[in-house]
Every structure is written in structure tokens, then in C-alpha cells.
């Protein structure tokens, strides 16, 4: 059975910065491409990053130079870093597993962690 667990959401002041984690069960990690959605209320669900089994990343445009999504196997967990957050990053965020090359086409999803950035 697939399992992912996301961790690390919260509220956070606009400028701040977040790192959320997904630990993964049931599959073979370092064989998956993982990413990160997300979706704000009203929004459909969006990809915001997608890293495959080398370590090749690709991001939304409107997080990069700001979010860093990273993978360690021997944790079998994904991370992503969320720097100068701004008040339209507030969503849940889902990670995601696939054996596909792209993140595009998930195989399995997170229940979600919540991130808000107000002040």
C-alpha cells in the first residue's frame, strides 16, 4: 500500500519562508519521480515542482527562484524549500509519486498540508 505523509505546512508572514516534507511508504522511492501540487480555494490543483530520479527539477514559473524541491533515498522522503512566500502561495499542497519521467502524470497523491502566508 502507497502511502505519502506531508509535513511542514502552517501560517506564515509574507517574506517568510516554510520547507515541507512528504515520506514515502510502499514503493520503491528511488525509482519514482515526486512533486509537489497545489490548490487554492476556487483554483484548479497546479504542479509547483517535480523532481525525477536524477535529480533533474522542473518548477511552475510563478516559484522559481523562490521554492527548491530536493529528494534524499535513504529517507525515502521529498522536501521543498519555500522561500519569499507571498499571500498566493497560501494552498494545500499534495505530493505526489509516479513512475512516469514527468510529475505531470501522478500515480498517487498526499492527503495535503495547508499553507497559509497572511500578516
Known amino acids: 500500500q502507497v502511502q505519502l505523509v506531508e509535513s511542514g505546512g502552517g501560517l506564515v508572514q509574507p517574506g517568510g519562508s516554510l520547507r515541507l516534507s512528504c515520506t514515502a511508504s510502499?514503493?520503491?522511492?528511488?525509482?519514482?519521480?515526486m512533486g509537489w501540487y497545489r490548490q487554492a480555494p476556487g483554483k484548479q490543483r497546479e504542479l509547483v515542482a517535480g523532481i525525477t530520479i536524477s535529480d533533474t527539477t522542473n518548477y511552475a514559473d510563478s516559484v522559481k527562484g523562490r521554492f527548491t524541491i530536493s529528494r534524499d533515498n535513504a529517507k525515502n522522503t521529498v522536501y521543498l524549500q519555500m522561500n519569499s512566500l507571498k499571500p498566493e502561495d497560501t494552498a494545500r499542497y499534495y505530493c505526489?509519486?509516479?513512475?512516469?519521467?514527468?510529475?505531470?502524470?501522478?500515480?498517487?497523491w498526499g492527503q495535503g498540508t495547508q499553507v497559509t502566508v497572511s500578516s
Open positions: 510502499g514503493i520503491r522511492f528511488s525509482s519514482n519521480t
Open positions: 505526489i509519486t509516479t513512475r512516469h519521467r514527468s510529475a505531470s502524470y501522478p500515480n498517487y
